[in-house]
Structures are given as C-alpha cells and as structure tokens.
C-alpha cells in the first residue's frame, strides 16, 4: 500500500466518535452534502462536483483510484475534537437491504431533504426504516439557494408527512437567490457566508437590527417546542430563561429519544450551512456510548449475551460491506465493543470458523490508511478474510452472535446462461463473490432448463448484479428478460403416501413415507417436522427423507416456483430392515410430497408491493387509470398543494418498465417509490396462464 500523506485519527474518548448515515431522497442532494463535508472536516482537498462525476462518494463510481470500491463506503474524519465515521446509505428504493446494513451500523442520521420540495416518497420510505431502527437524526434543508425553495413548508412537510417533530434551529437570512446566511437561534449569532469565497468563508455577527423580534420570536417557538420534549429544558423555562448549554443538552436528550429532529438550514451546492451541520451531529448525534450495551444472542441463538460498549469488554463486530481488490476480498466491520486486533485469533461465529486477524486499515475520502487495531465503537477494514455481509466476529473464549441484517423477499428473477464451461466457471466463481458483498439476491438453478436464476429486489438490482458479473468479472452470458419471482404455496390439508421398492443389481431397494402437507401463515416460510414412529422410519433415515421433500418443495408442482408458507409433517411408513436405505426413503419422499402437495389445493402466490406515486394534480387521473389497470389496489390519495400522493398496494407481475411508462404519461413530473410488502394469490386468470406456460 502506498504511503499516505493524511494521519491516522486515532479514537478519543467513546463519547468523542459518531457514527452516521446520510440518507434522502435521490436529487435531495446527498451525495453533494457528504461531499463538502469530507472536504471540511478535512478529508479531502479539492471539491470534486457532482456534474462533472468526480465525487468521492458517489456509489455508481465502483472502484476509485487505490482499487477501493466505494459503495456504502465508511469514511473517517475529524471535526471539533471528535471522529466522526460516515456511513454511505443509497437512496435507490431497489436497494433498501443496502439501506438496511448501513442503518444497522450507524449510530444516527443526517436526513437530507430538497427545501423546494419538501418530504418526497423515497424520503419517507428511509425515513421509516431509520424509525424501524430507532436512529436519532437531524434534518437538512438543502437547496435554500432554489427559486422556490421554502424552509417552512418543508419543515411542515417533515411534521405532517414523517409525523416527526422537527425543531427549526436557525432561521434564514434571505431565500432563494438572496440565501446567505442563517440566524443560530440557540447562540442568537447571525452568520454569513462570503460570496467570493464561494461559500467556504463566513462571518459570525450580531443579528441585523431588523430581523430582532422575528428571532426573538423563532427562539422562544424553539424553547416552546424544545420544552414540549424534554422535562429539563421544561423545568428551566419554569424556573426563568433556559441557558444555551441547557437547551443544546435539552434538545440532544430528545434528539437521542426519538422525540425531536433538530432541523438546519443550508446550500450544500454553494458550501452554505456546512460547518453549521458538522456542529449540529457532533451537538446532537449520539455517540456508541448512548447506546447503552452491545446486545447480542449465544451462538445456539438461544440465550441472551450483553456486553458493555467498551475496550476492555469481550470482542463483537459485526461485518457490513464486502469488497474485492483484485481477488482480495476486504470487509468493512463495526466493532461494537472489545478491541480488533492485527494477528488475533477470532471466531467467526455466524459460520463457527476460527481466523487469524490479518491487515487492518481505516478509510478516508480516497485512501486508506493501515492501523493496528479498531477499537470499541470504530469502523475499519479487515483484509484477506472471506467474510460475509452480515458475518458477526468475537472472541472463541466469549462468543456472541449479532441479530443478522434482515434480507428482504426477491421479487424478481432473471436467468443467466453461461456461452462457455468457461464461462460458467466464471459465472459460478463471480455469484459466489457478489453474494458475499450482497446477500439480498439468491441463486439458484432452475430444475427444468438447468439455467442460473438470479433473484433480486427490482429491475435495476438485477441489472446491476449481471452487469458486474459480465463487466467486473468477465461472465459472456446470454442473460433473460427480468420475469416476477413467484412462490407456490397450498391452500388445504392434503396427504399422499408412497411406497419405493426395486432391485438394482441383485440387491433390493425400499423406501416408504407418508405425509401430510398444510397451509401455514403468511410469511411462516416451509417447515418440517417429522411425527413418524421409529419403528416405521429410524431416526437415521429421516434426513433422506427431508432431502427428497426439500427438493420437490424447490420445485414446485404446478410451476416450478419454489414453495413457502406450508407445514409438512411426515406420519409414518414403513421399514424393511434389508432393504430400507437412505435412496428408497428419498425418493419415496419426494413422490410422497408430490402426492399430498397436488391434493392440498396448491396454488400460485405473487409479490405484492405497496407503491407511492407523487404527482402533479393534473394527472392524478391519468395515475389514477393506469394503477386500475395494472391491478393497483388504492389505500389513500392525500393532498398537498399542488400535487398528490397515490398509495397503493399492486402485484409486482404488472409493474415492468413502470419508470418509462410513469415518466411519459406525466411529463416526467411525477415521482414514485415501490417496495416488496406480501405474497397473495394470483387470480385465477394470470394463474392459468403461468401454469400452461411451464406446462407448454
Ligand atoms: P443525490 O442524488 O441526493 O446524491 O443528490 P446530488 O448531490 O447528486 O445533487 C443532485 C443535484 O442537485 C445536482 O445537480 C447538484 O448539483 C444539485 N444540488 C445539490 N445541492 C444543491 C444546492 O444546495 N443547491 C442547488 N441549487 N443545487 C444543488
């Protein structure tokens, strides 16, 4: 590794460090806002703009110049004595399990919104999944510079779209063209940025004499709403005029909470209101202390394991992002409490595999820099070991297991076909490495035609996963057009009974089960549980049994999708102590299970996703009409001025180049976001046609 120019931030005290997520709404301006602020804490050196594609952050940028792959990359820089690690969250709704991950290692969250447009539907798709994960956050109204832009409105948005409590700390000096500063209501200072200097450059002065009582004003509605959401700012507003300390702790205490949103001002764009923000998470973030202890289960799952957040408690880290360098994988980690070291032996305990600790290093803007050692509530790079997404490390001594990232349902599939053996050497080599990095799409192999099916979140994750797997990784492949990833599931109790028996070389062969095959609820997924007497099926013969069910269940039996949502219970059957064998009771098995499966009604199920549509209310019919036609099922419209939102629920099956057809229907002037909510049936009709179609 190349030496590097930038030190090495060594931790200060655990209070010192926050770890942090910037999350918002494609175009709200995020990747501009984490830009400037690696550029003002110092990471990097020159602005690189968004336009010119030269952002360091940027996550279609895969590999940057040092080979390190950017995506959900964690940055470390320094601001005001403390060490902040910056966490890339996506804002593309197909990729909420890369939300997901980043959300489970941050500590909070700079929400980024567009001051022209207010909350907008992906913004509110982030949004609650940070409440999901209770993550304290601070909101930024960005492009302040905008014609139109309007901080109130936005803020009103935040309250009543988000049903958050966003608490204005500043209030503007001018909007639009005329942004140029901000009046601090906390430190009543009014502060402005020098043109000229093209933002990086500022004054802190008294408020202009002009905007006194509008301040005046602002800050008591500020002490009001702070007071609402914490008894001891309340208290000191009873006893006579809270301090400024007192109000910076009130308003951290209920940021911490959940119980209020400090909200800034700024331009990211023109570097207005950055400094301000950098304050405001290192004021108001929390830090890994506030999260009180590292909870975790036995490696059995079974038992509770808790350690304090500190050096000198047992190891736990918790791997969050995959990268290659060349064929050397690199992961990210967080370690949540202990101390990772270089050459110590850990336990993989996610896998139950023992590995020595190689090369360590912390990343900045564009580099890395190697370290010794990550300590309690730090973020760093482990490299060499093949470690997964979601992979918990700790001590063989004191293991723990930390609760895995939760991967949501596929709803879509695309096949692969390799041109060469070569090829699928190659294919085969590549699934394994992307599925380290990205555990939310599966692979398997299709039983009729023996083509790769790769199942992902949407259109452009599939598109994504088989352009790297054919660019980065040099896969020819002939590759499928994207088709709705169903499930087969049954609708009643059914049994089926089978009986195996030939002779193969002189020697007999038998197996024989009997079944039955329930419905279970939606969302219980397939499980099995065998209820047979040994004296019909010995305890040793019954995983042959299981793997012949599991098979058919992989396959399906009306159009090979795979099946969830059913019990199988194995009743009983027989034994033939010469010639019962492991083969016999498999095959038996799965003819067993065919038998019951076709008699319990079976039937096809679809993915259904909850769908926001934003529009201008000129062509709210226009959605409106096309949703009905695409099967949508409307579950609200709401009014804000000037457009709509139309929610609803609608079958993935009907929701295929929606963006193109969304876009020209509306002029491009309508926004949407979509994400994978439950399976239902598919109605009779499009059932048939998917039945015949295997069938043909
Ligand atoms: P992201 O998609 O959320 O990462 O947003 P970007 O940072 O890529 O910004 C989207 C667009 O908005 C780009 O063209 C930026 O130049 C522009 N932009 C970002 N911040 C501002 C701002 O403060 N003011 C103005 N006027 N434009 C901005």
Not at 372 to 385: D, H, K, N, Q, T
């Amino acid at each position: 590794m190349a030496s590097s120019t930038h030190p090495s931030i060594r931790r200060p005290a655990l209070t010192q460090v926050r770890n942090l997520g910037i999350m918002a709404h494609v175009d709200a301006g995020k990747t501009t806002t984490t830009e400037r602020i690696l550029y003002y804490a110092g990471a990097i050196n020159r602005l690189g703009e968004v336009d010119d594609g030269s952002t360091v952050t940027d996550w279609m940028l895969l590999e940057q110049e040092r080979g390190i792959s950017i995506t959900a990359a964690s940055t470390t820089l320094p601001w005001r004595g403390h060490v902040l690690n910056l966490i890339d969250t996506p804002g593309h709704v197909d990729f909420t399990m890369e939300v997901e991950r980043s959300l489970r290692v941050l500590d909070g969250a700079v929400a980024v919104f567009c001051a022209v447009a207010g909350v907008q539907p992906q913004s509110e798709t982030v949004w609650r999944q940070a409440d999901r994960h209770r993550i304290p956050r601070v909101a930024f109204l960005n492009k302040c510079d905008r014609v139109g832009a309007d901080p109130a409105s936005a803020i009103a948005s935040i309250r009543d779209r988000l049903r958050a409590t966003p608490i204005a700390i500043q209030l503007p000096l001018g909007v639009g063209e005329d942004f140029r500063g901000v009046i601090d209501l906390l430190r009543m200072t009014a502060r402005t940025w020098e043109q000229a200097s093209f933002g990086a450059r500022f004054t802190d002065t008294e408020i202009p004499a002009e905007l006194e009582d509008d301040a005046r004003e602002a800050r008591d509605a500020m002490i009001e709403a702070i007071a609402d959401v914490d008894d001891g700012v309340l208290s000191a507003v009873i006893a006579g005029a809270p301090t400024t300390a007192e109000l910076v702790a009130g308003l951290r205490r209920a940021t911490l909470a959940g119980r209020a949103v400090p909200t800034l001002l700024g331009a990211a764009f023109r570097n207005q209101g950055i400094h301000n923000l950098l304050d405001a998470i290192v004021d108001f973030l929390p830090s890994p202390i506030d999260l009180g202890e590292v909870r975790g289960a036995s490696v059995t799952g079974d038992a509770p394991v808790v350690f304090p957040v500190s050096d000198s408690a047992p190891l736990a880290a918790l791997a969050f992002k995959v990268f290659y360098t060349g064929d050397v994988p690199s992961t990210f980690l967080r370690v949540y409490s202990g101390v990772l070291t270089r050459g110590q032996q850990v336990l993989n305990a996610t896998r139950g595999t023992t590995l020595t600790v190689g090369e360590l290093s912390r990343v900045f803007a564009n580099h890395m820099d190697e370290i010794p050692r990550i300590e309690a509530g730090m973020i760093g790079v482990v490299r060499g070991l093949k470690l997964a997404t979601g992979d918990t490390l700790c001590s063989p001594s004191t293991p723990i297991l930390l609760e895995r990232i939760a991967v949501p349902a596929p709803v879509m599939t695309v096949v692969v076909e390799p041109d060469t053996a070569e090829d699928e050497a190659r294919l085969a080599r590549g699934l394994e490495r992307l599925s380290l990095e990205d555990p939310s799409f599966q692979v398997r192999v299709d039983p009729e035609t023996a083509g790769t099916v790769i199942a992902g979140m949407g259109e452009l994750h599939l598109e994504i996963v088989v352009e790297r797997l054919c660019r980065e990784l040099g896969v020819r492949a002939r590759v499928g057009r994207p088709s709705v990833a169903y499930r087969e599931t049954v609708t009643q109790l059914g049994v089926g009974e089978h009986e195996f028996s030939r002779t193969l070389g002189g020697k007999g062969q038998a197996g024989h089960v009997r079944l039955q095959v329930e419905p279970a609820e939606r969302g219980a997924g397939y499980t099995f549980e065998n209820r047979a007497p040994i004296s019909e099926l010995p305890k040793h013969h019954v995983h042959a049994v299981r793997e012949g069910i599991d098979e058919a269940v992989e396959r399906g039996v009306l159009a090979g999708y795979s099946m969830t949502d059913l019990r199988v219970s194995i009743l009983g059957g027989s034994y033939h102590p010469v010639d019962s064998c492991d083969f016999g009771y498999k095959i038996a098995g799965g003819k067993a299970f065919l038998e019951a499966a076709h008699a319990a009604g079976p039937t096809l199920l679809e993915p259904v996703m909850t769908l926001e549509v934003v529009t201008p209310e000129d062509y709210v019919g226009e959605v409106l009409g096309d949703l009905h036609a695409r099967r949508g099922k409307i579950t609200g419209i709401a009014a804000h001025p000037g457009v709509q939102t139309v929610a609803c629920f609608v079958p993935m099956a009907s929701m295929f180049g929606y963006a193109t057809d969304l876009r020209s229907r509306t002029r491009g002037r309508a926004t949407y976001a979509m994400e994978f909510h439950h399976y239902a049936e598919v109605p009779h009709q499009p059932r048939e046609e998917l039945v015949a179609r295997r069938s043909a």
